[in-house]
């Protein structure tokens, strides 16, 4: 599978950068992992308007789902518009949530029309765009989130979305060819409690653990250094992705 870093942000935008959007192309389609204010943008520089099969949100903070809106408005009005709708997968009560969205933001039903919406259950696998993705509940301060485990059939993809520390995000990139970690923080300790990000250093515990064979780190305002020999995201980066095992 072809992985291409859309947008990669943290809550505020790096200088002319999209937030979060990971695009996953296999045999079976295209998938996007979260739609951040830019990233529709940053598609329509490739195509007139993004050919998507899905899109899966791992939670409502805006710089993960904020181009969702500009999508519905350019489904509805775009001059040559069709009427595809793009799977949208979102946790358990986020149709709910969509449709209040929509009652402030346009009206009640404007995801659903522009979209197929899907509610995913934790740890229970759905498939999306020809992709196995798999959702883990993450600690992100007390917001409902996730991070996405994808695999088709052969490589597999762990994405932890926004997350503090925790096992359970070891045990989402579990053995995967590429972990795809942010990286929000300078320091773990500068961070609130509930824990809802992570440092450097704490992404790289977490990825040496897991086992993963790859670590690409994310969600890192530009302001903050590097580890040494660790690969930095960056808007534009593409990634082919084979099973190394
Ligand atoms: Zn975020």
């Known amino acids: 599978m072809k992985l291409t870093v859309i947008g990669c942000s943290p809550a505020w935008p790096n200088p002319g950068g999209a937030h979060a959007g990971y695009l996953l192309e296999g045999d079976g389609g295209r998938l996007l992992l979260d739609c951040g204010p830019g990233v529709l943008a ?7 308007w993004p050919a998507m099969d899905a899109i899966a949100i791992t939670h409502f903070h805006l710089d993960h789902w904020g181009d969702l809106v500009p999508w519905v408005w350019g489904s509805y009005y775009r001059a040559g518009h069709d009427d595809i709708r793009p799977a949208l997968w979102v946790h358990e009560g986020g149709r709910a949530l969509l449709e209040l969205l929509g009652s402030n933001l346009g009206f009640p039903d404007m995801f659903e029309r522009a979209f197929e919406l899907f509610e995913y259950g934790p740890e229970t696998p759905f498939a999306a765009a020809g992709f196995m993705v798999t959702a883990i509940r993450l600690p992100h301060y007390t917001l409902e989130t996730y991070g996405f485990r994808v695999t088709n059939g052969t490589a597999t993809i762990a994405y932890s979305g926004d997350t503090g520390p925790s096992e359970r995000l070891t045990e989402l990139a579990r053995d995967a060819d590429v972990f ?16 809802g990000h992570l440092s450097a250093e704490e992404a790289l ?31 534009g980066l593409v990634r082919v992705v084979e099973s190394s095992s």
Not at 180 to 195: F, I, Y
């Open 42 to 48: 940053r598609l329509r520089e490739q195509e007139a």
């Open 180 to 195: 795809v970690c942010e990286a929000t923080l300078d320091r773990g300790v500068d961070d609130g409690e509930p824990r």
């Open 205 to 235: 515990d977490a990825y040496s653990r897991s086992g993963a064979r790859s670590l690409l780190l994310t969600h890192r305002p530009a302001e903050l250094p590097v580890p040494d020999g660790i690969e930095l995201a960056h808007d």
